[in-house]
């Protein structure tokens, strides 16, 4: 069994929609490890997002995704990584198939409803940016 960190970005929250997101992960067999509210400060976002902050659009997703408190959750199960980008669907929602999450309830490239870790390496430091050793169950 294999672990992943998901966001739910303020345009989930804003909708309202994180218990169905949650709920399409739990029926599809992952179990919930960790999950908390939280709204990610300027720093947080720089090193989440270290590898676009020299991009012009970095401002615009520091923006996006300080505009509200967001659902970070950690979801355990077999080959979680893959399965979870699957049931993710492309980053643009626009280009994501009916059936997955973005393609469903996103809207476009940025408000795609939900992060997804990318590798086991990505995964891995992710929980540990968001959560406390103790605090994954």
């Given at each position: 069994?294999?672990?992943?960190l998901i966001i ?6 804003e909708?309202n929609?994180?218990?169905e997101?949650l ?5 599809a ?5 960790a ?6 400060s300027e ?9 676009l902050t ?5 401002p ?12 970070v959750?950690?979801?355990?199960g ?5 399965r979870v ?19 469903d309830?996103?809207t476009d490239?940025?408000?795609n ?15 540990k940016?968001?959560?406390k ?5």
């Amino acid at each position: 069994m294999k672990k992943t960190l998901i966001i739910l970005k303020p345009d989930c929250m804003e909708k309202n929609l994180a218990g169905e997101v949650l709920n399409r992960f739990a029926q599809a067999g992952f179990t919930l490890k960790a999950c908390k509210m939280m709204r990610l400060s300027e720093p947080l976002l720089r090193e989440h997002y270290a590898h676009l902050t020299q991009l012009d659009v970095f401002p615009l997703i520091v923006e996006f995704m300080s505009s509200r408190p967001v659902v970070v959750a950690v979801l355990e199960g077999e080959n979680a990584i893959a399965r979870v980008r699957e049931m993710a669907g492309p980053t643009d929602s626009t280009l994501a198939p009916k059936g997955t999450i973005r393609g469903d309830l996103g809207t476009d490239k940025r408000r795609n409803i939900l992060h997804a870790s990318d590798s086991p390496e990505s995964a891995a430091a992710e929980m540990k940016r968001f959560f406390k050793a103790d605090e994954i169950f």
